[in-house]
């Protein structure tokens, strides 16, 4: 959704051969960027932000049917991860609306076909959202990686608990804790990678009056690339064809073992 809101605009703007601002009302260039660039700055922060959120809720389910299955069945409901949904997306825009506010400034970014929060060059009013953001950001890299990292432990411990030989059935639930193994450490590492420049960069800004535009940049790169790639790693991990494979490597290393 965040790439087909953000995408039209980028396109037009190289279309047209001019900015964001520009191609807005209300636009005079990069210090009073237009109605567009400041739409476009708050779909950024947005979907930066809620898909974390959601991230989270999943890292939190996984965790608690892993570890405390009994509570898991007992308090989560369908009910409840319906409502998940709708609740981390209404908390989000409530939040990433504050620029429109006042409280933080959209900013035109070079080429002119990036708008996004003023994480440098700013007053205090401007630049206590992006540390805001950036903090929030951080308490939820953090929350993920642990909730991840507690789930691979309780899967690396059921699959050492399944018996090795003599047991043929006992082989399928094992290598598919593995699989899931596998698949929750690539995706954290990715999360991580992407989501850090980000967040150092916002206190780099804020912080020691690094203004670096072309490093801001490359930061919103990295959080966009989490966005793309992360899908493909699940959908491709998924696959039977990717999954007969890593039992096969598996098979083989346990076999010279």
């Given at each position: 959704?965040?790439?087909?809101l953000?995408?039209?605009?980028?396109?037009?703007?190289?279309?047209?051969?001019?900015?964001?601002?520009e191609?807005?009302?209300?636009?005079?260039?990069?210090?009073?960027?237009?109605?567009?660039?400041?739409?476009?700055?708050?779909?950024?922060?947005?979907?930066?932000?809620?898909?974390?959120?959601?991230?989270?809720?999943?890292?939190?389910?996984?965790w608690?049917?892993?570890?405390?299955?009994?509570?898991?069945?007992?308090?989560?409901?369908?009910?409840?991860?319906a409502?998940?949904?709708p609740?981390?997306?209404?908390?989000?825009?409530?939040?990433?609306?504050?620029?429109?506010?006042?409280?933080?400034?959209?900013?035109?970014?070079?080429?002119?076909?990036?708008?996004?929060?003023?994480?440098?060059?700013?007053?205090?009013?401007?630049?206590?959202?992006?540390?805001?953001?950036?903090?929030?950001?951080?308490?939820?890299?953090?929350?993920?990686?642990?909730?991840?990292?507690?789930?691979?432990?309780?899967?690396y411990?059921?699959?050492?608990?399944?018996?090795?030989?003599?047991?043929?059935?006992?082989?399928?639930?094992r290598?598919e804790?593995?699989?899931?193994?596998?698949?929750?450490?690539?995706m954290?590492?990715?999360?991580?990678?992407?989501?850090?420049?980000?967040?150092?960069?916002?206190?780099?800004g804020?912080?020691?009056?690094?203004?670096?535009?072309?490093a801001?940049?490359?930061?919103?790169?990295?959080?966009s690339?989490?966005?793309?790639?992360?899908?493909?790693?699940?959908?491709?991990?998924?696959t039977?064809?990717?999954?007969?494979?890593?039992?096969?490597?598996?098979?083989?290393?346990?076999?010279?073992r």
């Amino acid at each position: 959704l965040g790439k087909c809101l953000i995408s039209p605009m980028v396109l037009a703007a190289y279309a047209y051969n001019r900015s964001l601002s520009e191609l807005g009302p209300g636009g005079r260039g990069e210090d009073q960027p237009g109605v567009l660039c400041q739409l476009f700055a708050f779909l950024m922060a947005f979907f930066g932000l809620a898909p974390t959120l959601l991230l989270l809720a999943m890292a939190l389910e996984c965790w608690l049917s892993l570890g405390h299955p009994y509570f898991y069945r007992r308090h989560l409901t369908r009910r409840l991860g319906a409502a998940l949904g709708p609740a981390a997306a209404g908390l989000c825009a409530l939040f990433c609306a504050l620029p429109l506010l006042g409280f933080g400034a959209p900013m035109q970014y070079c080429p002119g076909t990036w708008c996004f929060i003023r994480m440098a060059g700013g007053g205090p009013s401007q630049l206590g959202f992006p540390v805001l953001y950036a903090s929030l950001m951080g308490l939820l890299v953090l929350a993920i990686v642990a909730c991840n990292v507690s789930s691979m432990r309780h899967l690396y411990g059921m699959a050492r608990r399944q018996p090795r030989r003599g047991q043929p059935p006992a082989a399928a639930p094992r290598m598919e804790e593995l699989d899931h193994l596998v698949l929750l450490g690539l995706m954290t590492v990715l999360f991580t990678v992407c989501s850090l420049p980000l967040i150092i960069r916002a206190y780099m800004g804020a912080f020691a009056a690094d203004f670096n535009e072309n490093a801001d940049l490359s930061a919103l790169r990295f959080l966009s690339v989490n966005s793309i790639v992360d899908p493909w790693v699940f959908i491709i991990f998924r696959t039977s064809v990717f999954r007969a494979f890593v039992r096969r490597v598996c098979r083989r290393l346990t076999s010279r073992r």
